[in-house]
């Protein structure tokens, strides 16, 4: 079973400070992906990656930035926290692309901004 | 870039009733369309997919269906019951584009015993 692992469940961080998110895959996946999950917005698309040292922009990455050292693991940076990023953050793998590559997310970190 | 859109925001059924989700996209070269169930404090997991050359596919009590040139897609959920209460999101990709999956809004889904 395929096991995706963020470090953190909660996160409290002030205004301004740097904040990672760590996110770590069991199975060996291609692509990683950083979503950011809000009520009645959905799940949207941060950055996302299909190989070591590999990035690229999803739909909000503004404020955002990604780290791709090693294969198994996927950081989400905030370079300067701000309230606005007040949200909870899924990473997801999955091994290929399309019907046979489901995504696997992580438990999800919540992360407050104050 | 696609635009998936997403109705109902919030569901209530009797438990035994059926429920039914909408959804529309925008790009008309999607041909990809999951669906993710998230139990509450849990992660989201795929319960079924469609892609754009079938019309519609069933799995035991769930069933979605796709019209490509209104460009909507639904889920139906027959002989609702409790485990089935969850947030429900469709999303919509290319598949030549890898999983870059755009999500709808989701629909919260709660069974009344």
């Known amino acids: 079973d395929v096991k995706v692992t963020q470090s953190s469940r909660y996160l409290v961080k002030r205004t301004g400070e740097k904040v990672f998110l760590e996110c770590v895959q069991d199975?060996?996946?291609?692509?990683m992906f950083w979503y950011r999950q809000d009520p009645g917005l959905g799940l949207r698309l941060i950055y996302f990656?299909?190989?070591?040292?590999?990035?690229e922009k999803g739909d909000i990455p503004e404020g955002y930035s990604v780290s791709r050292e090693k294969k198994e693991r996927f950081s989400l940076i905030l370079e300067s926290a701000s309230t606005n990023q007040t949200s909870m953050y899924l990473c997801?793998?999955?091994?290929?692309?399309?019907?046979?590559?489901?995504?696997?997310f992580g438990n999800g970190t919540r992360l407050t901004v104050t | 870039g696609e635009n998936v859109e997403q109705h109902p925001s919030t569901l209530s059924v009797q438990e035994g009733d059926s429920a039914v989700i909408k959804c529309t996209y925008s790009?008309?070269?999607?041909?990809?369309f999951p669906w993710y169930k998230q139990e509450l404090g849990k992660r989201p997991q795929l319960i079924i997919d469609i892609r754009s050359n079938v019309g519609e596919k069933k799995d035991q009590r769930i069933a979605v269906t796709l019209n490509k040139t209104a460009k909507h897609f639904s889920l139906h959920i027959t002989e609702t019951q409790p485990e089935d209460s969850a947030v429900y999101f469709c999303a919509a990709s290319r598949i030549a584009a890898g999983n870059k999956l755009t999500f709808g809004g989701g629909t919260r889904v709660l069974v009344k015993p």
């Open positions: 997801a793998s999955c091994s290929g692309t399309g019907p046979d590559s489901p995504l696997h």
């Open positions: 990656s299909y190989d070591v040292k590999m990035k």
């Open positions: 199975m060996d996946h291609e692509n």
């Open positions: 790009d008309s070269a999607s041909n990809y």
